[in-house]
Structures are given as structure tokens and as C-alpha cells.
């Protein structure tokens, strides 16, 4: 005999528990994992010597953590990547930075797609989503998918929320999630790693010079933003 189907209600009811949960779940990986990974930030040399002492499960771990910092929106990403330029140096901690912010992404993308808006909404204000709508419909989409990601300083956490929302692809996503995020990370990684061997003059220009490319990467976010929500 086959089981009666699940009602309209009941499924909104599992689909909102489901969300509740994973909310509870995460909020806790943030205050039991994230403060720690925070508090590593602020302290590069004893996160160096953290992993140092852990051999190869230190790579693992670090990955693990920007996993954890993009799916987890609220942890700030940037001076997760200056750890990572400081404790593998510019090359390595590209790669495992870079590594862990295409896992996360990716996770991101398959959770939003299974559970939808309000899940998005644990993390950013629907006027945040509704200053992006104009990506469901746009003709030049892709390419502006492709824009905020590359430029540093956009929010790009927002963009892995909101891409799950969108029709894009799978192929399209995993491409300009893995391309577009290196520019970003490399500014990052170079300066830790300047940092990391105390060429500080090389790490303040390097810093400097992302600060002021960040900046005119917010500028060009809000300008193509505005553009696209008059039309």
C-alpha cells in the first residue's frame, strides 16, 4: 500500500525545520570554530607555528577553515588569506586558499539550491538580495557574475548565496567561482607572505595597493548595481 503523499503545509513545515536546523548547526560551528579561526587571524605567527607542528593535517585544517568561512558568511575572509600567505607562503596558501574557497562555494551552491531563499536569508537582508535581481534576467548575467567576482572587494560571499537562486549552471559556476576568486586571493596571500618573511615594506605596498583596487572594486559593485536596478 502506498504511503500518502506529504500536503503543501507539511512540506513547508519539514522544508522550515530542515532550514532551522542547519541555522542551529552552524551558528554553533561559528562560535566554536569560528572565534578560534578569528583569533588565529589576529595571531599569524601562532597559527604558523599551529600548523607547522601539524604536518600535512595543518593544510587540511586551513582548508577546512575557509571552507567553514565561506559557507558560514559571517566569518570575514580576508585575513583568513593573510594567514594563509603567512603561514605556506605565497604559493601554497594561494592554492589551499583558493582550494577551500571553491569547496565552500560549492557547497554553498548545492545547499542553496536544496533549501532555497530562507536559507539565504539566515545571512543577508532581502534588500541585499533585491539589489542583486537583476541577475535573474539580465542578458549579460554571466559576464557580470564574472565582473564582481574577479574585482577585489565586492561581496563575494553574497554572490555564492545568490548564484544558488539563479538558473546558472554548474559548469558556469565552478568556473567563475575558481577563476574569479584568484585575483583577490593572490593580493592577499603575497602580502601574508611578505608579512610572513618581514619584508614589511613589500607587504605595506602590497596592502596598499589592494586597498585602493578594493575600494574601486566596491565603486564599480554599486555602479553596475544602480545601472541594472534602473533599467
Known amino acids: 500500500m502506498d504511503k500518502p503523499s506529504l500536503t503543501e503545509k507539511q512540506r513547508k513545515w519539514l522544508a522550515g525545520g530542515a532550514v532551522a536546523v542547519f541555522v542551529l548547526l552552524f551558528l554553533s560551528v561559528a562560535w566554536f570554530i569560528g572565534r578560534p579561526i578569528v583569533r588565529f587571524a589576529r595571531q599569524p605567527e601562532l597559527f604558523r607555528a599551529w600548523v607547522d607542528a601539524r604536518g600535512v593535517w595543518g593544510k587540511v585544517a586551513f582548508v577546512s577553515m575557509v571552507v567553514l568561512q565561506v559557507v558560514v558568511a559571517i566569518i570575514p575572509g580576508e585575513p583568513l588569506e593573510l594567514c594563509g600567505g603567512y603561514?605556506?607562503?605565497?604559493?601554497?596558501?594561494?592554492?589551499?586558499?583558493?582550494?577551500?574557497?571553491?569547496?565552500?562555494?560549492?557547497?554553498?551552491?548545492?545547499?542553496?539550491?536544496?533549501?532555497?531563499?530562507?536559507?539565504?536569508?539566515?545571512?543577508?537582508?532581502?534588500?541585499?538580495?533585491?539589489?542583486?535581481?537583476?541577475?535573474?534576467?539580465?542578458?549579460?548575467?554571466?559576464?557580470?557574475?564574472?565582473?564582481i567576482f574577479?574585482?577585489?572587494?565586492?561581496?563575494?560571499?553574497?554572490?555564492?548565496?545568490?548564484?544558488?537562486?539563479?538558473?546558472?549552471?554548474?559548469?558556469?559556476?565552478?568556473?567563475?567561482?575558481?577563476?574569479?576568486?584568484?585575483?583577490?586571493?593572490?593580493?592577499?596571500?603575497?602580502?601574508?607572505?611578505?608579512?610572513?618573511?618581514?619584508?614589511?615594506?613589500?607587504?605595506l605596498i602590497v596592502f596598499a595597493v589592494t586597498l585602493a583596487i578594493s575600494g574601486i572594486g566596491i565603486l564599480i559593485y554599486r555602479a553596475v548595481c544602480r545601472r541594472h536596478q534602473g533599467e
Do not use: M
Not at 574569479?180 to 607587504?203: E, H, M
Open 87 to 147: 603561514a605556506f607562503g605565497a604559493v601554497w596558501g594561494t592554492a589551499l586558499c583558493l582550494l577551500g574557497a571553491v569547496l565552500g562555494s560549492v557547497a554553498v551552491f548545492a545547499l542553496v539550491r536544496r533549501f532555497g531563499q530562507p536559507l539565504v536569508e539566515v545571512f543577508f537582508s532581502r534588500e541585499k538580495l533585491d539589489s542583486l535581481r537583476f541577475l535573474h534576467s539580465s542578458p549579460k548575467r554571466d559576464a557580470l557574475f564574472w565582473l
Open 150 to 203: 574577479t574585482v577585489p572587494g565586492t561581496p563575494k560571499d553574497l554572490l555564492c548565496y545568490f548564484a544558488g537562486l539563479t538558473d546558472l549552471s554548474w559548469g558556469k559556476w565552478l568556473l567563475i567561482t575558481t577563476v574569479g576568486r584568484i585575483p583577490s586571493i593572490i593580493t592577499s596571500t603575497v602580502g601574508g607572505n611578505y608579512l610572513g618573511v618581514q619584508n614589511y615594506q613589500f607587504a
